[in-house]
């Protein structure tokens, strides 16, 4: 980082930073160049897509306290073992009096270790929930490596690029809640996002983003980055708008777009929150095969985004999606 940045931030950056830290009023954090509004509990930000803060790319200690004060609101625990906290209640199996299901796309061993920590983090949330993980493979890989209370199905990906959109609404179909969290299998949740999720449906939401910062470790555990605005990676849905609104496109096949394209017609149902107040922790891991600018999946994102919400709705409601035996892809 060249001096004239260091100078910079420490000019314009740290002071309102440090402000707002010192106020404990950390979820207002944001670059100067950036506008949000706040609903007196979370953060809005009114810039589409995400962003780095600024401040703790060129002072990481400015990111590391950031981190530090909001996992004090918000702590991370962790299930003993992958068991449920014993503090907290336990997980019921499907059928049971589930209030919360977490449901969770996975493919290859490369990235299980990151897997099992998010199942702890969601071990240990305070209220019953249950977890669905679909293993998208030519043949299971994972099925006896995760807890007993977790469902594992898998779904055949025959040759294709993995499907993240085709996860979801296999494990939608499955989950016995009526509050879905569609969440990415190397997200750490704090403790008490099962209940906000919850508390938030309930409360007359059919959608909700309760992220307002991701915090990005490396392989050593130290602090990366720190992301604002972070669309997807871990969204509230009640069960009935999720299908409402078409579930997910599953036409998305391989990186990227999906989320853009689900949160375009999420808005359609009028009752969201994307207010955000809950620090989320992104573990580490190689970058993702088919990462990168001009996918398939993006380039279709594009085609589609002039098409109104509504008419992309309407047409994912003639389609068949959820099949655990494959997806249901838009010729």
């Known amino acids: 980082m060249g001096l004239r940045q260091r100078i910079g931030a420490l000019v314009y950056d740290w002071p309102p930073f440090a402000l707002h830290m010192l106020r404990g009023d950390w979820v207002r954090v944001h670059n100067r160049n950036e506008s949000i509004e706040s609903d007196g509990c979370g953060v809005r930000c009114l810039w589409r897509y995400t962003s780095d803060l600024h401040i703790a790319n060129v002072y990481p200690s400015a990111g590391a306290w950031l981190m530090r004060r909001a996992l004090r609101d918000w702590p991370i625990e962790y299930g003993a073992r992958g068991a449920p906290h014993p503090a907290f209640g336990h997980p019921l ?94 997200l750490l949740v704090p403790r008490g996002y099962a209940a906000e999720a919850f508390a938030q449906v309930t409360g007359g939401k059919s959608f909700a983003d309760l992220k307002r910062f991701l915090f990005y470790l490396r392989a050593d555990g130290t602090l990366e980055k ?64 088919g990462k990168i600018v001009g996918t398939p999946a993006i380039e ?32």
């Not at 994912?316 to 999606?321: K, P, S």
Request: proline fraction near 6%; charge should be negative.
């Open 226 to 289: 720190v992301v604002q605005n972070a669309q997807g990676g871990s969204v509230v849905a009640a069960r009935d708008a999720y299908w409402d609104i078409g579930g997910f496109d599953e036409s998305f096949v391989g990186w990227g777009g999906e989320d853009n394209d689900f949160w375009d017609r999420a808005r359609t149902a009028g009752k969201i929150d994307d207010f955000g107040y809950l620090p989320l922790i992104h573990l580490h891991h190689d970058a993702q095969p």
């Open 93 to 186: 199996p499907a059928g049971g009096a589930t209030r919360v299901s977490f449901l969770i796309g996975h493919r290859g061993r490369a990235r299980l270790p990151l897997l099992q920590a998010t199942l702890r983090s969601i071990a240990a949330q305070g209220m019953p929930v249950e977890c669905i993980v679909v293993e998208q493979s030519e043949a299971p890989e994972i099925r006896g490596e995760l807890p007993p209370w977790v469902r594992y199905v898998h779904t055949p990906s025959g040759g294709l690029p993995y499907c993240r959109a085709w996860a979801f609404n296999v494990a939608a179909r499955l989950a016995s809640s009526g509050v879905l969290v569609l969440h990415d299998g190397d």
């Open 300 to 331: 279709r994102y594009q085609r589609i985004e002039s098409i109104s919400p509504a008419e992309r709705i309407a047409r994912l409601l003639q389609r068949d999606q959820g099949r655990v035996e494959g997806p249901s892809i838009e010729s």
